[in-house]
């Protein structure tokens, strides 16, 4: 083993219950784009088309998703 300091870097962190929420989240999650010396940030992602109406999700991540996030933007105008 290689000697050095290690620590754990948090991706992606989002809870969620339930199949729909599931698959919704999965288009974020197949498209990763991440630079460890990325801050943590706070996301909003707003499901329109769920059930029962409409649902957010709060995912905290390194990541970046700069043509979702621009969509995300229309709908918390639109929800708000």
């Not at 199949?19 to 499901?47: F, G, M, P, W």
Request: proline share 2%; net charge negative; hydrophobic share 30%.
């Amino acid at each position: 083993m290689a000697e050095g300091k290690y620590s754990d870097l948090r991706l992606w962190l989002s809870v969620s219950t339930g199949e729909k929420h599931i698959s919704y989240l999965a288009e974020r999650l197949t498209q990763l784009n991440c630079d460890v010396s990325n801050e943590e940030v706070k996301n909003e992602i707003i499901d329109e088309a769920f059930p029962s109406g409409v649902v957010r999700y709060q995912v905290l991540s390194i990541c970046r998703w700069p043509e979702l996030e621009r969509l995300e933007e229309q709908k918390r105008e639109k929800y708000d």
